[in-house]
């Protein structure tokens, strides 16, 4: 939350920072833990999708500080939210 804010930002990072008007899903939300094993929690991010209100007719962009996160969360709301959209660094 803290890099949504521009509280804190990457070295990588030219400027800390958010968009205005932004909906803030954290990447971690998006997953759970088995057996040591990561996952992607489809309810979850489903259900976190659902709860922000966006609107699935619409593009969707996901950012963050380097793009790193970005790319991983857009291909996860995309696949698995049904989202249109695109990724920014």
């Known amino acids: 939350m803290d890099y949504f804010r521009g509280e804190t ?3 990588a ?4 920072g958010t968009i ?3 909906t803030n899903l954290p990447h971690h939300s998006f ?3 088995q057996n040591q094993v990561f996952y992607l929690d489809q309810d979850a991010i489903s259900d976190k999708v659902n709860n922000a209100e966006l609107n699935p007719q ?3 962009i996901a950012f963050c500080n ?3 996160w970005a790319a991983t969360d857009w291909v996860r709301a995309e696949r698995t939210g049904g989202l249109p959209g695109g990724c920014a660094l």
């Open 9 to 11: 930002k990457s070295p």
């Open 58 to 60: 619409a593009r969707t």
């Open 20 to 22: 205005p008007g932004s």
């Open 66 to 68: 380097t793009g790193h």
């Open 13 to 16: 990072a030219k400027a800390s």
């Open 31 to 33: 997953i759970k833990q």
